[in-house]
């Protein structure tokens, strides 16, 4: 189930807003609390403004959300942040930031995408991509069909959901906004028809004038007009635009309903006659005089003017006629707070165009796109945040952790101990110009801990015929102290491995840390963070070759470590055969541990989907997964990916992650009674800091 739609349109000035107004009064018949968010938004943060589509939005509905909690960053803030590098991570980092900050208050958000006006349209189709595959949000798309030929408004409803697919987002519905009773006729079953593998709804608005067209109130506002008379009549729409510069005689036959004349200030002729023209039975109403020039009626005039019985909106600006008529024909009509009749006519027509009950239901029914990797970046610091916990760094010296560590104490996710000696780090850190006031620096050899470290390290491996002198030359070493330091509580867990091998990392917690009660094997998982979503693979890194309960095992842990990182579990048996279709011994023990697995499941993770035995293609695509394993609900749907072997999993995360270019993040390991985790020796700071939050979340529970 979704807790999110995202708008966005095929073209700037689609009529998002008309739509977001009809969606969100389908979602608040059926939602209690539905929030109302915009990614990026074209104004500024000076003091009063707002959104105009986040202000109609929160007017009509009464939504008690402060304004600048429901859009992501100004089109000014990304275009800074965009300009100093890092190809917009930052623009996206703080849309995601905020996103979440308002889902803890609401339980739906409805987002509407950008307006970049002076943008093509496929850039501004893919940021709008981007941000809602990395919001997990499914898309409803708009299609602007005004001034369209049926041809032309398919092949753009095409694109644009190429666009959206090659993106990985998941499509609810296609809307045709402003189309034709006569030249777009037939047009949503075309739609439909060509688009119908995409299993999304398709439905149509039909154009209408009034909405196209500004009130005399928006033009006043835009030209920045001094209103003369009529204030209290400025929400006419102006249907039609005349510059009245001829005779009478010919002018007056150019008035039609909802006519906005603009003509010069000292035009006391015109000004009378079209007062007169109101207020005649046989003539159409005018929407109201625009007066250019800075020229106002003399004195008599507006004696004249006062007395008559019914008002019109009679504005002023100061420029001439002919770039006043060009300002207002180039305004774009909007749905403001205040204008009932809009909003009344603009819910009509969506209520008419779109089956609301079918489309509720799919929107709230819609699958979850599932975690992208900035979302679970978002999350696991986040969650990270909420109980800190004190991780131990025993690479001191090395400049990716120092910098990792820099990021992590300023963005109060952990506090950090670095082991080393003290005035190499410092230096270090000098060199580097970080700022690491709150980092604690321990020098083993020279610790107040030493000698009981060394002392406690002898009596948990005398067994082993471990001597103290031993003791104290093992304890010197930078990752047996720090995992000590876990062992004793002095911290909560270790991250090791940028410049040491995994074994010098994990081999100490395997001597004395050991697995939890219950636990026969510690295993591993990468968190692999692909484009569109992140998975999970195990074991990758510790197990060469487990047996069918140690798969078992493997399989119901990792679920359980997806689950805490927010990763919706479900399970698939890797092997080289799908179902019953092969046979052997590797596939044997695959089929014996997933019915292992789902016992296992029943006591320690009810409700867990595992199936197996079964191939990775049949295990990611669902249309593979129809073929091959039809009656599986988990088939194609897989999120933890269990490798019979070490071998398998070790070259399979490898490949993926040099071949699809994803970040593989790990080998995190589960099953010990306290975290310790290691980084590969090529890990970047990024690394170094999802390793950190994931350690410290392990710690938490």
Do not use: W
């Not at 309903?257 to 200030?265: A, D, K, S």
């Amino acid at each position: 189930m979704s807790n999110c739609l995202y708008i966005t349109a095929t073209e700037a000035r689609s009529g998002k807003s008309l739509i977001a107004l009809g969606l969100m009064e389908t979602l608040l018949r059926k939602v209690k609390r539905v929030a109302f968010f915009r990614p990026i938004i074209t104004g500024g943060k000076r003091s009063g403004h707002r959104d105009k589509d986040i202000h109609l939005i929160a007017s009509h509905f009464g939504l008690d959300i402060p304004h600048d909690t429901m859009f992501g960053c100004t089109a000014a803030e990304a275009a800074q942040r965009l300009s100093s590098g890092g190809k917009g991570a930052g623009v996206l980092d703080e849309i995601i930031r905020k996103f979440n900050e308002l889902r803890e208050n609401a339980d739906f958000i409805l987002c509407e995408g950008t307006d970049f006006v002076s943008s093509t349209a496929a850039f501004e189709l893919d940021i709008n991509a981007e941000i809602a595959k990395n919001l997990g949000c499914p898309v409803l798309l708009v299609a602007n069909a005004r001034d369209k030929t049926p041809r032309g408004l398919m092949q753009s409803v095409e694109l644009a959901l190429d666009s959206l697919n090659d993106r990985g987002c998941h499509m609810v519905a296609t809307i045709l906004n402003r189309t034709d009773a006569k030249s777009h006729a037939g047009l949503v079953k075309e739609v439909a028809a060509a688009t119908a593998a995409r299993d999304q709804l398709v439905y149509d608005i039909k154009y209408d004038q009034v909405l196209g067209k500004p009130t005399v109130g928006e033009i006043a506002r835009i030209l920045d007009a001094e209103i003369l008379y009529g204030a209290d009549q400025l929400n006419r729409h102006a249907r039609h635009i005349v510059v009245a510069a001829m005779q009478l005689r010919n002018f007056l036959k150019r008035i039609k309903h909802g006519t906005l004349v603009i003509t010069p200030g000292d035009r006391a002729d015109v000004i009378l006659a079209c007062l007169s023209a109101v207020s005649s039975a046989s003539m159409e109403t005018i929407a109201g005089l625009l007066l250019t020039g800075g020229l106002k009626p003399e004195k008599p005039i507006r004696k004249l003017i006062a007395g008559f019985p019914r008002a019109v909106p009679i504005l002023s600006v100061q420029p001439d006629t002919f770039p006043t008529a060009g300002a207002v024909d180039r305004i774009h009509a909007t749905i403001s707070p205040d204008d009932e009749r809009k909003i009344n006519r603009a819910l009509g027509l969506f209520d008419k165009g779109v089956d609301m009950k079918a489309l509720g239901e799919r929107i709230i029914t819609a699958k979850h796109a599932g975690i992208t990797p900035k979302m679970f970046e978002y999350r696991i610091l986040q969650q990270a945040r909420t109980r800190k916990r004190h991780i131990v760094l025993p690479e001191g010296g090395e400049e990716r952790i120092l910098s990792a560590a820099e990021s992590l104490l300023r963005r109060e996710v952990v506090d950090v101990t670095l082991l080393g000696k003290e005035g190499e780090i410092r230096e270090k850190i000098d060199e580097l110009g970080l700022r690491m006031d709150g980092a604690r620096i321990i020098e083993p050899v020279i610790s107040d801990k030493y000698v009981d470290y060394a002392r406690t390290y002898y009596e948990l491996r005398k067994h082993k015929r471990v001597s103290e002198a031993n003791s104290r030359d093992i304890m010197m070493d930078v990752n047996y102290f720090g995992t000590m330091m876990v062992y004793k509580g002095d911290a909560d867990g270790m991250v090791s491995g940028s410049v040491h091998s995994t074994a010098a990392t994990i081999h100490p917690a395997f001597e004395f840390i050991k697995a939890k009660p219950g636990i026969s094997v510690v295993s591993s998982v990468f968190f692999m963070c692909l484009p569109d979503r992140v998975l999970v693979y195990g074991d990758c890194a510790i197990n060469p070759d487990p047996d069918a309960r140690q798969l078992a095992e493997i399989a119901v842990t990792s679920a359980r470590t997806a689950k805490t990182f927010g990763i919706e579990p479900v399970v698939a048996m890797l092997s080289y055969s799908t179902g019953k279709s092969g046979s052997g011994a590797d596939v044997e023990k695959v089929r014996e541990a997933t019915a292992m697995a789902r016992n296992m499941a029943r006591n320690m993770y009810p409700g867990l989907e595992i199936e197996g035995p079964i191939q990775y293609d049949a295990a990611v695509d669902p249309g593979v997964a129809r073929t091959k394993m039809p009656e599986s609900s988990a088939a194609g749907r897989a999120t933890v990916f269990i490798f019979p072997d070490l071998n398998t999993g070790n070259n399979t995360y490898k490949a993926v992650q040099r071949s699809a270019g994803a970040v593989a993040v790990g080998p995190v390991l589960q099953g010990l009674n306290q975290p310790v985790n290691d980084l590969s020796r090529g890990c970047t700071v990024a690394d170094i800091i999802n390793t950190v939050a994931i350690t410290a979340i392990q710690a938490q529970s």
